[in-house]
């Protein structure tokens, strides 16, 4: 069975940082794009970040970028998402997941809510003015 597992949410002040992590376990995806998602109540699900299976080829939404920093270590299954300089407007649950498809040869990753087929569970960060 698939499982993601999404760690490192909480509370912070405006300003501060903090680091997800998002480890697979069931098997294995070493080919395939790895994202990050967030929701808030009411909205649909946005792309954050994703990167391709040899994190050569990241891409963010424009209101991320500069801010956060996504890698992954596919010896441990594990993605990660740093957030620095965190705004009250990132308040969300984030999630990880997998690509459906294998990563395109030279990029980009993928960035859709559809071309994504596992999902971890979300873990909350919410952050204070």
């Known amino acids: 069975q698939v499982q993601l597992l999404e760690t490192g949410g909480g509370l912070v002040q405006a300003g501060g940082s903090l680091r997800l992590s998002c480890t697979t376990s069931?098997?294995?995806?070493?080919?395939?794009?790895m994202g990050w998602f967030r929701q808030v109540p009411g909205k649909d699900r946005e792309f954050v970040a994703a990167?391709?299976?040899?994190?050569?080829?990241?891409t963010y939404s424009d209101s991320v970028k500069g801010r956060f920093t996504m890698s992954r270590d596919n010896a441990k299954n594990t993605v990660y998402l740093q957030m620095d300089s965190l705004k009250p407007e990132d308040t969300a649950v984030y999630y990880c997941?997998?690509?459906?498809?294998?990563?395109?040869?030279?990029?980009?990753?993928?960035?859709?809510?559809?071309?994504?087929?596992?999902w971890g569970q979300g873990t909350q960060v919410t952050v204070s003015s």
């Open positions: 069931g098997r294995t995806f070493y080919t395939q794009d």
């Open positions: 997941a997998v690509a459906r498809y294998q990563s395109q040869p030279r990029g980009p990753a993928y960035t859709r809510v559809e071309d994504f087929s596992y």
């Open positions: 990167t391709n299976w040899r994190g050569e080829y990241t």
